[in-house]
Structure formats: C-alpha cells, structure tokens
C-alpha cells in the first residue's frame, strides 16, 4: 500500500514522540512491503508563534486530503494567556470539527509487565481490566453556545451542553460495533437525574440498543462511574460518554494503568481516515530532553495501521513488540522504579529492534 500520512508534531514533546512513530512505521513499512509518505503540517503553538493562527488553513487541507493522520499534543505555558478563541487547544477542537471525527476511541488496558504503576489495591489489579471508552468528540458543552452575558449577579459566563438525536445515535452505533467485537457489553454514562441532554442520550442509546441484541446496555450516572473506576474497573467493557464526561473519565481511566505516557487514541469519522494520537498532553517540563515516553504514540500508529487501513498483522507487530520491550524490563522515566531509565529515542531503538 503508498499512504500519504500527515503529521501535526505540535509542541513541548510532540515533536519527539511523533518522530519514534514515523521512525517505527518507516520500519513497518519496510518489513510488509508499504510505502508511507509523511507530510507535517503546524498546528497548536508552533502555528500560532509560526503563522499567527493555531489552526492554518494549510493544515486543514492537508489533513482532509491525506489518507489519516497522525498528531503529537499541542499547547503550553507560553500560549496559556491568550484568548480562548485563539488558544493552542481551538486548533484541536477545529481539527476534529473540520474532519467531522466525532468518535473518540480511548483504550485502558493494564500492563501485566507495569502492574506495580497502577495505584489500584493490589487484588483489583490481579483482576486486571481492558476498557474501551467511546467519547462524543464534536458535540456537547465543547461545541455548544458561550459566551458572556449579563445575569442576576453581574456579568457572567456560560457553556451549553447541547446533543441532538442524531449525534448521539452514531455515537451509540460506533458503541455497540466496538462492544461487538469485544465483550458485548456497553455502559453508557450520563447525568440523567439532571440533565435534559442526558435524558435524550439514555432513550436515544437504548432505541439504537435495540439494533444490537446481542449487546447488552447499562447506564450509569457520571459521578458514581467516577467511583466504580476505582472501585471495579473490571466490570466495565465499553463505556459510552459524552464529550466532557469522556474527556474526564478518560483521563481517570488512563491513571489507573499507572501510565498515561502509554495510552493511544484513535478520533473516527463516518470515514476511517481518522486522526490519532496519545491522550497525554505536551509535558511542556521534559519537552526536548530525550526523555518523554513515545509508547502511547507509537501505539497510536499501530491503531492507524488497524483502523485507518485494516492493516491488523501490521498494528500487531507494533503492539508485540511494545509488549515484549515492556517484559524485558526496559522503561522510560515515567513507568521506571528504579530501573535505569531509557530516553525517548533509545526506547524507540529498542522498540524497532523488536520488530
Ligand atoms: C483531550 C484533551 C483536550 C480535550 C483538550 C486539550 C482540548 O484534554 O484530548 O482529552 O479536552 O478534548
Ligand atoms: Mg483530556
């Protein structure tokens, strides 16, 4: 296969971590016989400091016409002052907004071999967990009106959480085919006992529930799915969430296997093109050091290989040899106790080797 992938390094660490993929997918390429040619684009702070905008028009282009993308972590404290009209984080929202990717897929899987990162009680860790969390990623309160206004106390600000009938159908399908192929059990989460939004999402969730006997749908309320993470991770198989719910409960998700550095993602469309990234953020603190950990990127390239490009034995040999560099004990700073710690470009040597 020739694929014209399009790089957004961003900022702080971005760069870094998505030079390891290129380098890891340069060395897929080889091995089965495809050909991929990498075009990056600016996006973030690099373009705000570069050509005066987060999100140029260039980048928009480029990305719609290649076949997926792949993007670094944008934002720092360099840009966190700036209006949020034109903040390093529009140029995210614009990008999924732009290519319409409003499925976001977040995978939580504990590591055998880093089991002692996760602050989890150990008999919960025993039990291990394997979550996928499918996040609305263009609709909600990310989306809806704001602005300022006068109110009952003098000028306020406000958000609006907004979903429409057919936003959270395709949310829900996207669901329902995930749990398909996994354990056949969907939990959707929500504020029901509050929200209008909700009350639409929890009926609409179960009409498109009825396509799908074979999967079975619970709900739960978003401040005790909070609670039953860290409580029993391993009752749950897919979560389906709104765009903010998603994007905390994500983040809990991620801290539970002891290592955000490790966790991929993958923003789908009605297409498969798609963009994909780690869920970490720039680490502005290490950024040029040598010493972020490129796993959850380099990952998320393997994700491209499987979804973008239904290249499954490719995303495979990705994934085991991610596994097999974790089971020889070899550790960035982040997932290291004691061990020494290897920089972000000799883990990716060790990676490529595996492969
Ligand atoms: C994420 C991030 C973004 C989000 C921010 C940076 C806009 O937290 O991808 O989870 O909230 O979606
Ligand atoms: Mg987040």
């Known amino acids: 296969m020739k694929l014209n992938i399009a790089l957004l390094k961003g900022d702080g660490i971005g760069p870094e971590i998505v030079d390891s993929a290129v380098r890891v997918l340069e060395k897929i390429g080889e091995k089965f016989g495809h050909e991929f040619c990498f075009t990056p684009y600016l996006i973030g702070g690099i373009a705000i400091d570069t050509v005066g905008e987060p999100l140029p028009e260039e980048t928009v282009n480029g990305c719609l016409r290649s076949d997926s993308v792949l993007l670094g972590a944008v934002g720092g404290p360099k840009w966190d002052n700036l209006p949020g009209n034109v903040r390093p984080e529009k140029a995210l929202l614009g990008i999924r907004a732009?290519?319409?990717?409003?499925?976001?897929?977040?995978?939580?899987?504990?590591?055998?071999?880093?089991?002692?990162?996760?602050?989890?009680?150990?008999?919960?860790?025993?039990?291990?967990?394997?979550?996928?969390?499918?996040?609305?990623?263009?609709?909600?309160?990310?989306?809806?009106?704001?602005g300022y206004r006068e109110g009952k106390y003098g000028t306020e600000a406000y958000d609006t959480e907004q979903y429409s009938r057919m936003e959270i159908e395709r949310i829900a399908r996207a669901a329902f085919e995930a749990a398909r192929v996994r354990n056949k059990k969907v939990t959707s989460i929500d504020k029901a006992n509050v929200l209008e939004t909700s009350r639409l999402w929890r009926k609409t969730v179960h009409e498109i529930a009825a396509e799908y006997p074979d999967v079975t749908v619970t709900d739960m309320l978003v401040d005790n799915a909070a609670m039953q993470l860290v409580r029993n991770p391993s009752q749950f198989d897919v979560i389906v969430t709104s765009n903010m719910f998603g994007d905390i409960l994500s983040d809990e998700a991620s801290q539970i296997t002891g290592s955000i550095g490790m966790l991929p993602s993958a923003s789908l469309g009605a297409t498969k093109r798609g963009l994909y990234e780690p869920i970490h953020g720039s680490a502005p603190d290490i950024a040029g050091q040598n010493k972020a950990n490129p796993i959850a990127t380099v990952l998320s390239a393997a994700m491209m290989l499987r979804y973008a490009f239904a290249l499954e034995e490719e995303a495979l040999a990705i994934e085991n040899a991610v596994n097999r560099v974790l089971d020889m004990g070899l550790r960035t700073a982040d997932i290291s106790h004691g061990e020494e710690a290897l920089g972000t470009k000799e883990m990716t040597e060790a990676i490529l080797a595996q492969i």
């Open 98 to 146: 732009a290519m319409e990717l409003y499925t976001n897929l977040r995978p939580a899987r504990l590591y055998a071999a880093l089991k002692e990162d996760s602050p989890l009680r150990p008999d919960l860790v025993e039990k291990g967990f394997d979550i996928m969390i499918v996040r609305e990623l263009t609709g909600g309160i990310y989306f809806g009106e704001r």
